[in-house]
């Protein structure tokens, strides 16, 4: 079954570490998606890709980084200058996002989502 | 800049009932998509419903509906006979004519209880 693959579900870190949390879809979607989530919040984008080699920064980018080496792979580092990483992380993928069509709000699917907790 | 809000941090409900999750959204884009999302416990956000700015109409699929104002500005989802199952945080979120950046409010958490 096509789908997201986020690993690993929970995770914890010292200060002071970077942290790498995976994303692997085989949908063939061309753009990807990190999201993070705290309580009371909702969802907040960190960074996005709209095709393979190319990312763009969300609203809460600083204290992250994203490759996108390959279209179904887009992992998200969580590094020591984020000041409060402890959070829930979800990827998303869908179509392309740069077609200026009338379908072109597209529907994201999500992974189940990791959890990262700094001690 | 856009915006959703949903003021209903959580809502209890006894198993049978009629639920509705309010969300008003703000934009100054005369298209756009209104979208709902489910999160049961297991995390994963689940695509309930899509309305573009152009369509009006109300729509019903099973037990849930859907009421788009636009005079209000709100997209408000209605779950008639709640079930168990229907506990989750639900999201509802916006995103401009093109592009898929999704801005979502903050959540609805419902209980159902039997």
């Known amino acids: 079954d096509g789908g997201i693959t986020q690993s690993p579900k929970y995770l914890f870190r010292k200060e002071g570490q970077n942290v790498t949390l995976s994303c692997e879809q085989n949908l063939n979607h061309d753009a990807m998606y990190w999201y993070r989530q705290d309580p009371g919040q909702g969802l907040r984008l960190i960074y996005y890709s709209q095709i393979v080699n190319d990312f763009q920064k969300g609203d809460i980018a600083e204290g992250y980084s994203v490759s996108r080496e390959k279209k179904e792979s887009f992992p998200l580092t969580v590094t020591s200058a984020q000041k409060n990483p402890t959070a829930f992380y979800l990827c998303?993928?869908?179509?392309?996002?740069?077609?200026?069509?009338?379908?072109?709000?597209?529907?994201?699917?999500f992974g189940a989502g990791s959890r990262l907790t700094v001690l | 800049a856009q915006k959703v809000t949903q003021a209903q941090t959580e809502i209890s409900v006894v198993e049978k009932e009629d639920v509705t999750l309010d969300c008003v959204y703000e934009t100054r884009d005369t298209t756009y998509y209104l979208f709902w999302y489910k999160q049961p416990p297991s995390g994963e956000l689940v695509f309930l419903i899509r309305?573009?700015?152009?369509?009006?109409q109300n729509e019903i699929s099973g037990r849930y509906s859907w009421n788009f104002q636009k005079s209000t500005s709100s997209f408000n989802f209605t779950i008639t006979a709640s079930q168990v199952v229907d506990s989750a945080v639900y999201f509802c979120a916006l995103s401009e004519a093109r592009g898929n950046k999704l801005v979502f409010g903050a959540g609805t958490i419902l209980r159902v209880k039997s």
């Open positions: 998303a993928s869908s179509i392309s996002d740069w077609t200026e069509t009338e379908s072109g709000a597209n529907v994201l699917t």
């Open positions: 309305r573009n700015s152009f369509d009006e």
